[in-house]
């Protein structure tokens, strides 16, 4: 067999921030049928490079070669038309459009009047979609999908649009394990159709499932590219954080210390049969002080909807939740924040940050009532608690008055942190407190999460990363479709446990934990 | 409308491997939801026209009824116009005074013929609603202080031609333009005629061609219609441009009908409008609407003015108290409405 | 290496020109206008004009100032010169009682109107733009029921009030002052301000972080409201005369310009006082001086659409962060 053509060339391509180099010299090659693992740390230049690639930023340097002439796209339409695809981690569709209208957009059948021909695009579509393993009516709104439906149908229309590459970035983030599944199949439906794929993703065990070549990127540098399966899972680990084998090795994946101190007082936070319609089915969860309650479950399966409905953000049907003994109010966030809970939201750009103000004005948001007397404010008291909690979360900034919005995502989680930590709170909800944040901010919001504990608090802990939870936690109470099927302690506190519990009375193995075992 | 029919949210239970698997109770307040929204306003009409022809003797007769359909007329074309803005998430605060300058320029311009006295109020409102499209899509202002500016600048304009106001013009007895404008054809006046005309036109084209795709695509999620290949400032300036000529040529259509460019007309039509497009279903946020609904929209909020002007007792004031109120019941339904469908 | 410290000053400077005309080019505006006007105008630099050109600006600052709040939060408040135009009618139909009680009848209208507006948008969620629409429509409707013609006033209290001064300052002026430092101080000193603030800035975040979104929105809307009522009472007793059926018309577009051209960016987070009240003044001076050199109504409603989308396209790099 001849080796595959070489669709995509990049050489040297350099791009300069203000005060960043983004992307320092970088080369990449596809092949027609290659799944290409890219990989970093948050701001190693993964979308930098992305973003060049498909037109949404010139090159300073360098010259990328597709399909054996030098291209230099200025917009991601003309990239798309050139035959660069990309699917985002959020859906790019139109929610309130139908299934076929979205898939068709642009490109839609006319009959011989010129206007469309609704009843050949229905069709059309369904057959189109039923190739991605989706039977629904496609007349539906898009919104109407599941996600993962959704993440499909978005697809199906890259794929359609005659693309050479299909650029996925984080595409698994919100799909359940089965649709994992069917992206996968589709993905290897792909490369034998001879189209390259460049898959960007923070889960190892997919890199490992579907790519067959990676490049490895750290502070805008190639530092390393070649074949996947040679590269065992640690390596590729060092050489992402730049950091020697054994050390991590010595320090596993995460930073936590271990087991707390779990006292046998009385909970803090007990939360009792909370129901939210179609959401929750009679939840119960209690925390006790000092001690790190992980939520465990697939994707849907409530635990960002259980801490929602705990913090008064979700309002409930049924259920009560006391805090320290004290019923709570349901259904407002100000009563929980004042009895002593915080949640630290899952989508902290727009449900967590106020990106336009101070860093100095979001930490003290929520506790400016008490700083102020008869509603003036008092700059001196809000200095003092601001220095604080700078110093003691080592919070990264220009000054106190610089935007919020402008931070990394690691520190703009702990400007998050140290607007509860100022509330003096009781309990705090985290919901995927390290999400998109790099390794460091990581390791640090980690240790913060146990010194919190060892301090008396008590914490919910909610994480898709399974060796951040099971580390983090001293319990998990396992969720599934809205409903408690478990709840693992002590040393029944294991991956393996965990992937058992999710998937019930059917035993299945789980093949994330085994091949964890397996490579180390 | 039949071309609406076909987009009727249908919700089979069937086999979805990746359907979220919604329970039918959901399903199917989601579809009595879709259903409110898309047909209330056709429903209210309807009880408000069987009440008020059982009321009052007057109601119902051809006259009266001829007669709303006329004055319906020059506000359907309006809100058209303004459909289609709004499903783009724009809004069109300028179609008042364009309307008002249509008339005035339609009435001075009939003097040199039938022909300029229709083009020369296109071709100026169409204007002004292109400058709006681009300061809306190039220079990304928000809509409504750009037509905020139009609506004054056009008002502006509208002085400048008639001496301060002061100048009214009248248009010739006999011409074609008092013809189309005053005549009846099959019982019912020429602009109820023209105005069924373009309704049929603009939902052809917003159901049926690519350019109402992309509307609703622009509406629904902006980014991702760019991302979509959709021309998004391409659509944004039309539907501007499209806003600008409907309300030009409803001035000169309500010019003709007339006889006189009146000035001071056109004063909260804007009002009118947005409230008979949001009456008949079209979602203010965007991406979702119907041109049938605005065209009863506008048939609601007449029947009503006629039903109060019926009463005789009551001031004319009344109808504004009345339209505001009538505005925030509809706007607080929706909102209700839309958030049992999530929408917003 | 010089080519590319070329490429990156050359536009950092404009950005530097652009934030430096987004801070400070209403105060040049200002200036450029009062310049050129000593020298094209005759008689332009008395005591008379000046105290003509400030009271006829002082309503704009007021109902601005209550805009300027609203805008803050993300909204608009297009119901403010309806509510103007209830404050006359209701200023006349009360008179007879005293002025006192009149004040309160129309603070009490006031605050149901902005009531209204605040319960539409905060607690209902309807967009802002549609809920005051409903009692731009509305407001003014019910002024014209309750008095359908211009009536002219006759109470030496609501005279005083309108032309009065003290030490040759009108009282009109001092109130827009007073109130223009109030709520300077409002955004800037309290808890009730930083808020504001957070919730224009992203409302689930302020939701999420405990803050009372709703009743501060609810608050906002009542105070514009009140501003409006208390510009509207001033216009009144300085006409001698109540005039619902124009007063206040297309107020709402005036204290949008003046806030926008102040530097206070529609997308909400931010509120600039002093640039609102200069705003203000700058749209008076403009018009003043289209008056003064007898151009027509025409052009200066033309001239003020022109300033308008200038200040818009001007501010517009500041919405996007």
Not at chain 1, 91 to 105: D, G, M, Q
Not at chain 3, 6 to 14: E, G, H, I, N, S
Not at chain 3, 40 to 58: C, D, G, H
Not at chain 3, 180 to 186: E, G, I, N, S
Request: charged share 15%.
């Amino acid at each position: 067999m001849a080796p595959p053509a070489e669709v995509l060339a990049v050489r040297g391509l350099s791009k300069t921030f203000p005060g960043v180099r983004a992307l320092d010299d970088v080369d990449l090659t596809l092949h027609a049928g290659e799944v290409h693992a890219l990989i970093g740390e948050n701001g190693a230049g993964k979308s930098t490079l992305i973003k060049l690639l498909t037109g949404v930023y010139r090159p300073d340097a360098g010259e990328i070669t597709f399909q054996g002439a030098e291209v230099s796209f200025a917009t991601p339409l003309e990239a798309q038309k050139a035959g660069i695809s990309t699917i985002y981690q959020e859906v790019n569709l139109i929610p309130l459009l139908s299934v076929a209208r979205n898939l068709f957009l642009g490109r839609e059948p006319r009959n011989r009047f010129g206007v469309l021909d609704i009843a050949r695009m229905n069709s059309e579509a369904e057959e189109v979609l039923r190739g991605y393993g989706v039977r629904v009516d496609v007349r539906r709104p898009l919104r109407t999908l599941g996600v993962g439906a959704q993440q499909m149908v978005a697809l199906a229309r890259a794929v359609a649009t005659d693309a050479r590459i299909v650029i996925m970035d984080e595409p698994t983030s919100s799909l359940e394990p089965r649709e994992v599944e069917t992206l996968f199949s589709v993905i290897r439906g792909l490369r034998d159709a001879g189209i390259a794929v460049v898959y960007v993703s923070h889960r190892l065990d997919e890199l490992y499932a579907v790519c067959s070549t990676v490049t490895v990127l750290r502070d805008g540098r190639r530092v390393h590219h070649g074949s996947l399966a040679e590269l065992g899972r640690l390596d590729l680990v060092s050489t992402m954080l730049g950091r020697d084998l054994g050390e991590v090795r010595a320090e596993g994946l995460t930073k936590f210390s271990g087991d707390h101190q779990a006292t046998d007082s009385e909970p803090v936070l007990e939360a009792h049969e909370l129901t939210v319609p179609h959401r929750l089915h009679g939840v119960s969860v209690s925390i006790r002080p000092g001690e790190v309650v992980g939520l465990g479950g697939l994707l849907g399966s409530g635990r960002t909807e259980t801490a929602k409905a705990i913090s008064g953000a979700l309002p409930v049907r049924s259920g009560r939740v006391t805090v320290a003994g004290v019923p709570l109010r349901g259904g407002s966030a100000a009563a929980a924040i004042r009895a002593g809970v915080s949640l630290l939201p899952e989508d902290r750009k727009s449900e967590g940050i106020v990106p336009g103000l101070s860093v100095r004005e979001n930490i003290a948001l929520a506790v400016l009532p008490r700083l102020s007397r008869f509603g003036l404010v008092s700059e001196a008291r809000v200095d003092s608690v601001v220095d604080t909690f700078v110093t003691r979360l080592r919070i990264k900034a220009s000054s106190p008055h610089q935007k919020v919005g402008e931070l990394s995502g690691g520190n703009q989680q702990k400007v998050l942190l140290a607007r509860w930590l100022a509330m003096n709170p009781k309990v705090l909800l985290l919901d995927e407190p390290t999400r998109g944040i790099d390794v460091g901010a990581k390791a640090e919001v980690q240790k913060l999460v146990d010194e919190l504990a060892a301090d008396g608090l008590g914490v919910l802990l909610i994480s898709s990363d399974l060796e951040e939870l099971i580390e983090g936690s001293d319990r998990v109470v396992v969720l599934k479709d809205g409903a408690v099927v478990g709840e693992l302690t002590g040393d029944d506190v294991t991956e393996d446990k965990l992937m058992r519990t999710i998937a019930g009375d059917t035993a299945a193995t789980a093949p994330a934990a085994e091949e964890v075992a397996g490579d180390g | 409308m039949t071309v609406t029919k076909t987009e009727a949210p249908v919700t089979t239970a069937s086999n979805q491997p990746h359907g979220e698997g919604e329970p039918a109770g959901s399903a199917r307040s989601e579809r009595l939801s879709a259903l409110i929204q898309q047909h209330g306003a056709l429903a209210v009409l309807v009880i408000v026209s069987l009440v008020a022809s059982f009321s009052f003797d007057s109601f119902a007769t051809g006259d009266n009824v001829s007669n709303m359909a006329t004055s319906s007329a020059f506000l359907a074309i309006v809100a058209l116009g303004m459909t289609f803005v709004i499903i783009t998430g724009g809004i069109d605060l300028s179609v008042g005074s364009l309307f008002a300058l249509g008339g005035v320029l339609a009435a001075w311009g009939s003097r040199y013929g039938t022909l300029v006295a229709l083009l020369l109020p296109l071709a100026v409102c169409g204007l002004i609603g292109v400058v709006n499209g681009l300061l809306v899509a190039r220079s990304r202002l928000a809509p409504f202080i750009v037509t905020l500016a139009a609506m004054l600048g056009a008002r502006g304009l509208l002085l400048a031609v008639t001496d301060e106001g002061a100048e009214t013009f009248l248009i010739g007895k006999g011409s074609l333009l008092a013809e189309l404008g005053q005549g009846t054809t099959l019982g019912l006046g020429n602009p109820v005629w023209i105005t069924l005309a373009l309704f049929v036109a603009g939902a052809v084209v917003l159901r049926r061609t690519r350019f109402g795709q992309h509307v609703y695509a622009v509406g629904g999620n902006e980014d991702a219609a760019a991302l979509m290949g959709a021309p998004v400032a391409r659509t944004k300036i039309l539907v501007y441009t499209l806003s600008g000529l409907l309300a030009g040529l409803a001035g000169a259509l309500n010019a003709a009908w007339l006889a006189s460019g009146v000035t001071i007309l056109g004063n909260g039509m804007e009002l009118e409008a947005i409230s008979a497009v949001v009456i008949g279903g079209t979602l203010l946020t965007g991406g979702l609407g119907y041109v049938s609904g605005s065209l009863v929209g506008v048939l609601l909020l007449k029947v009503i003015q006629n039903v109060i002007n019926q009463i005789g007792s009551l001031d004319s004031s009344y109808q504004q108290v009345v339209s505001g109120a009538f505005l925030a019941v509809v706007v607080i339904a929706q909102t209700w409405l839309g958030r049992r469908r999530q929408l917003m | 290496m010089a080519e590319a410290t070329t490429l990156r000053t050359a536009p950092l400077d404009r950005a530097r020109v652009l934030q430096w005309l987004q801070t400070y080019g209403v105060y040049a505006g200002v200036a450029a206008l009062l310049v050129v006007n000593v020298v094209i105008t005759p008689n332009f630099l008395t005591a008379e004009n000046f105290r003509t050109q400030a009271v006829q600006v002082a309503p704009v600052i007021i109902v601005a100032l209550g805009m300027a709040l609203v805008i803050g939060t993300e909204g608009v408040d297009l119901s403010v010169g309806a509510v103007m135009a209830l404050a006359a009618s209701v200023t006349a139909l009360y008179l007879g009682y005293g002025l006192l009680p009149a004040l309160l009848a129309v603070a009490l209208f006031a605050a149901a109107v902005g009531l209204a507006n605040g319960a539409l948008v905060a607690l209902v969620g309807v967009q802002p733009i549609v809920a005051t629409l409903a009692l731009m429509v509305g407001g003014r409707g019910i002024a014209l029921v309750l008095l359908p013609q211009l009536e002219d006033l006759r109470n030496p209290a609501l005279a005083s009030l309108g032309s009065g001064d003290v030490l040759g300052v009108p009282y009109l002026i001092l109130i827009a002052a007073v109130l223009a430092l109030l709520v300077a101080f409002t955004v800037r000193r309290t808890t009730f301000g930083r808020q504001l603030l957070a919730i224009g800035d992203s409302r689930p975040a302020a939701q999420l972080a405990g803050l009372p979104v709703r009743r501060v929105l609810i608050i906002v809307y009542v105070v514009c409201a009140l501003l409006a009522a208390v510009a509207g009472v001033l216009a009144t007793a300085r006409l001698q005369a109540s005039d619902p059926t124009s007063l206040g018309n297309l107020m709402e577009l005036s204290a949008i310009t003046a806030v926008v051209v102040g530097g206070t960016p529609l997308t909400g987070g931010r509120v600039n006082i002093a640039g609102t009240v200069a705003g203000a003044v700058l749209i008076q001076l403009l018009t003043a001086t289209l008056i003064k050199h007898d151009l027509p109504p025409s052009w200066t409603q033309i001239a003020q659409a022109v300033v308008i989308v200038a200040a818009v396209y001007a501010a517009r790099g500041r919405g996007r962060r």
